[in-house]
């Protein structure tokens, strides 16, 4: 069984900055890839940042604003969000393709955290 716990959302102004932590724990033998995902109200889930070994790719909305990282050791992967914007206000999700010990990948899913931006 595996978890993912994220933790980081919460209220603030444009032009402030959030970091969301995801820390993945339970029956891992290792994680090929991390993401951030987000849904607002009304919207479909979309993809904001992913990372895959030192690769990472964003989308254009928040490319030179958003930044993701991952430390291995703790598997955890961070969100980093300056310079937020009220169209950024969403529930972000994390998600983790994981190896369990069986050689086996597998997508797991965070329980979601909210995200407000102010005007």
């Known amino acids: 069984q595996v978890q993912l716990v994220e933790s980081g959302g919460g209220l603030v102004q444009a032009g402030g900055s959030l970091r969301l932590s995801c820390a993945a724990s339970g029956s891992i033998f290792s994680i090929d890839a991390m993401a951030w995902f987000r849904q607002a109200p009304g919207k479909q889930r979309e993809l904001v940042a992913g990372?895959?070994?030192?690769?990472?790719n964003y989308a254009d909305s928040v490319k030179d604003r958003f930044t993701i990282s991952r430390d291995n050791a703790k598997n955890t992967v961070y969100l980093q969000m300056n310079s937020l914007k009220p169209e950024d206000t969403a529930v972000y999700y994390c998600n983790a393709a994981i190896k369990n010990w069986s050689r086996r990948v597998n997508i797991y899913w965070g329980q979601g955290t909210q995200v407000t931006v102010s005007s």
């Open positions: 990372i895959f070994s030192d690769r990472t």
